[in-house]
């Protein structure tokens, strides 16, 4: 299993949607997970913390399954700001806590 | 806002040219990474500090060297570069939970 693995997309979905995508990881040990947002040409920034089972914040949750190690975030009612790539990261593990990225999930939310 | 100031911002060089990239933090943050992100690479850890004058290797080190000689700047530089350095260039610094805060990038271009 590679490290942190998400499906890259594009989700072209209407506005007022649900959708939800998921990320895979390998270092078992993980115990804090993040979600970040990228617009386009622009740095990530971060969107959610996971440190237990999920998380919520207004439109967005973040789940967390440990058993198969994989996170999820959905995001409902979709509105076009929400147009974006959306990046799960997993810390790799050992003293420096050091992040590993996913390749990203690219959402397009339509009129 | 965390801070995080990079430059420059834009850059385009010649092939076998030194280039430094700077990046200046004003949070008195322990420690600072430098990422590349290429399309369908995601970010890759280049080199990161853990303080001043500590710093390490990331998975793509190759070509890159740093410094880090005070605690707000953290500086990248390419010896002798190369079109395959040709990327966006993001600096962060760890926040108090492990996650990440970016910098703006730097769009670097090797002709």
Redesign the interface.
Known sequence: RKEVEQDPGPFNVPEGATVAFNCTYSNSASQ?F?WYRQDCR?????LM?VYSSGNEDGRFTAQLNRASQYISLLIRDSKLSDSATY?C?V?KGGS????I????TKLSVKP | DAGITQSPRHKVTETGTPVTLRCHQTENHR?M?W?RQDP??????IH?S?GVKDT?K?EVSDGYSVSRSKTEDFLLTLESATSSQTSVY?CAI??S?????????TRLTVV
Request: aromatic share 22%.
């Open positions: 804090s993040f622009k740095e990530p920034k971060l913390s990046l990261v810390p420096q806590g050091n992040l990225f996913g390749k990203g | 420690y990474y990422y369908g690479h995601g970010l890759r850890l990161y853990y390490d990331g993001f760890k926040g939970s492990t996650e990440a805060f970016f910098g703006q990038g």
